[in-house]
């Protein structure tokens, strides 16, 4: 079997207020939307944002975000730092910019407004 990785999804609270996120932020394209889903063209890969059940939803307090353990990592044609710079100037929590030894990019992480963890990757 061939496998290709085609879509992210992720269930969200509010998929108008993540759409809006990673357009605004990323540059990324709706590819098809309606109340509960939006799918975003991230390149090579979608990510969809599902909005998680009433049934679920009421048992989430409003400003609660989540801790999950996936991570989208955006590979980024600039400065990292000023990347970072920009998001963070948009109120966006971004963690410090780090590397490895022998390993060729510089990486940052941030977190979306529901609490989902994304990285910037930049070639040294």
Sequence with gaps: ?????STIILYVKDVQL???????????KVIEEDP????????RIHIGLHK???????????DHTFDNNTKIVFDIDMDIEAAK???????????DI???QDYPFW???GTDPEGNVFQLRSKK
Aim: hydrophobic fraction near 50%; include cysteine.
């Design 18 to 28: 993540l759409k809006i996120f990673y357009v605004e932020n990323f540059n990324l």
């Design 1 to 5: 079997m061939n496998v290709q990785l």
């Design 52 to 62: 998680i059940g009433d049934q679920y939803l009421e048992e989430i307090e409003a």
């Design 107 to 109: 990486l940052c992480d």
């Design 36 to 43: 509960v889903w939006a799918l975003l063209d991230a390149g």
């Design 85 to 95: 710079n920009d998001l963070v100037s948009k109120k966006v929590h971004m963690r």
């Design 98 to 100: 780090k590397t490895f």
